[in-house]
């Protein structure tokens, strides 16, 4: 049971690339989500999704896109990276009723 | 809406001494679920404790312990005899509970950073 994982750990993208932060659950989980991590501001809600085919916007959703077509994959997708999106990420996944179990993470820098 | 405080950006804490870490909360939901997470240098969000706001006894978790004051919203961290591996930054966190659907979001505080001192 791997629980939530996420690839890659680290990533570095120039300003305007693309890119996909890939993140993966094993514990059959209808909720899914991404929080970025900024210092001084805790984590903010990206995107979510509680299930397959069913996406929402979260509390900071612009320059980020999210699909869902199956209950274990969630990516994360930067269209055109910027300098402001660099941060750490975080995918998350839970039950209704249980907290939410995090991956590693994902160290991203936009030069 | 949903909004949690915490005050303490960081603290410095004797090892072995017990330590509180405040949190303040507002939400117009009526059951809701208090969380608390660790983060360790290494950078992992590490489920420590929940609250739910029915509950009628304080959670405690091993040296975890969370102190409830529903009337005045507020839901403090208690470690006891802290431990060098204590240092990390702490988050509270929040969300209605039990969650209706679509509405399983955290929302979360900005953290303290507690450090150990031997």
């Known amino acids: 049971n791997a629980g939530v994982t996420q690839t890659p750990k680290f990533q570095v993208l120039k300003t305007g690339q693309s890119m996909t932060l890939q993140c993966a659950q094993d514990m059959n989980h209808e909720y899914m989500s991404w929080y970025r991590q900024d210092p001084g501001m805790g984590l903010r809600l990206i995107h979510y999704?509680?299930?397959?085919?069913?996406?929402d916007q979260g509390e900071v959703p612009n320059g980020y896109n999210v699909s869902r077509s199956t209950t274990e994959d969630f990516p994360l997708r930067l269209l055109s990276a910027a300098p402001s999106q660099t941060s750490v990420y975080f995918c998350?996944?839970?039950?209704?009723?249980?907290?939410?179990?995090f991956g590693p993470g994902t160290r991203l820098t936009v030069l | 809406a949903q909004k949690i405080t915490q005050t303490q950006p960081g603290m410095f804490v004797q090892e072995k001494e017990a330590v509180t870490l405040d949190c303040t909360y507002d939400t117009s939901d009526q059951s809701y679920g208090l969380f608390w997470y660790k983060q360790p240098s290494s950078g992992e969000m590490i489920f420590l404790i929940y609250q739910g706001s029915y509950d009628e006894q304080n959670a405690t978790e091993g040296r975890y312990s969370l102190n409830f004051q529903k009337a005045r919203k507020s839901a403090n961290l208690v470690i006891s005899a802290s431990q060098l591996g204590d240092s990390a930054m702490y988050f509270c966190?929040?969300?209605?509970?039990?969650?209706?659907?679509?509405?399983?979001?955290?929302?979360f505080g900005t953290g303290t950073r507690l450090t150990i001192i031997p």
């Open positions: 998350a996944s839970s039950d209704q009723y249980n907290e939410q179990f």
């Open positions: 999704s509680v299930g397959a085919g069913i996406t």
């Open positions: 966190a929040m969300r209605e509970d039990p969650p209706n659907f679509g509405n399983e979001k955290l929302t």
